[in-house]
């Protein structure tokens, strides 16, 4: 265990639906991102949240809505996805926002999404 | 802006052999630097990073890295390569441009060949 963790694990999804992913942290960071990976493309950094606050948002589309009620907890809520969103969605946390220069970032294990 | 480089997408070695995964960078200041690993149905683990301290980096698993500024370059090298660490590698830099976020290379598959 990284100390973030994301549920569901797998998430089948109909281009209909609503559905949440859900990203915890226990190591005390105060910044949380989320990630797309898709096959052949590199990582995609969709939104940034440091101390609750989203301070970017990399032209992500609408049906995609992060949400971080608190420091320890990020959502990404689905909405009318396409097929082609489908994609591992992968949380991360750092100690602080700008963190390359000594921290890194620690990952949880990712979401497995398809949409059908 | 900062980038990363990774030549080969994927690479085959055999069980015991050296394991090289090459990244080149690209920065108008002095780069921080990380080799991130991801296993299959994993989520990425920071293998090693450099942040000046010494131009050799080791890291978990028996990696190491070695950051030479002449050539802009921050491979990769484990000695004798493990069944164990076939996986995706991804190199990345850090962008002082961009609050330092850490830019992420298009990844290496190593596979192990018994």
């Known amino acids: 265990e990284t100390g973030v963790t994301q549920t569901p694990r797998h998430l089948v999804m109909g281009m209909t639906n609503k559905k949440s992913l859900k990203c915890e942290q226990h190591?005390?960071?105060?910044?949380m991102y989320w990630y797309k990976q898709s096959a052949k493309k590199p990582l995609e950094l969709m939104f940034v949240y440091s101390l609750e606050e989203r301070v970017e948002n990399n032209s992500v589309p609408s049906r995609f809505s992060p949400e971080c009620p608190n420091s320890s907890h990020l959502f990404l809520h689905l909405h009318t996805l396409q097929p082609e969103d489908s994609a591992l969605y992968l949380c991360?946390?750092?100690?602080?926002?700008?963190?390359?220069?000594?921290?890194?970032?620690?990952f949880g294990s990712g979401t497995r999404l398809t949409v059908v | 802006a900062q980038s990363v480089t990774q030549l080969g997408s994927h690479v085959s070695v055999s069980e015991g052999a050296l394991v090289l995964l090459r990244c080149n960078y690209s920065s108008s200041v002095p780069p921080y630097l990380f080799w991130y690993v991801q296993y299959p149905n994993q989520g990425l683990q920071l293998l090693l990073k450099?942040?000046?301290?010494?131009?050799l980096v080791k890291g978990i698993n028996g990696f190491e890295a070695e950051f030479k500024k002449s050539e802009t370059s921050f491979h990769l090298t484990k000695p004798s390569a493990h069944m164990s660490d076939a996986a995706e590698y991804f190199c990345?830099?850090?962008?002082?441009?961009?609050?330092?976020?850490?830019?992420f290379g298009k990844g290496t598959r190593l596979h192990i060949l018994p």
């Open positions: 991360a946390s750092s100690q602080q926002r700008g963190p390359g220069r000594d921290y890194g970032y620690t």
């Open positions: 450099y942040t000046s301290a010494a131009t």
């Open positions: 990345a830099v850090s962008d002082p441009d961009r609050d330092d976020k850490i830019i």
């Open positions: 190591l005390g960071h105060n910044a």
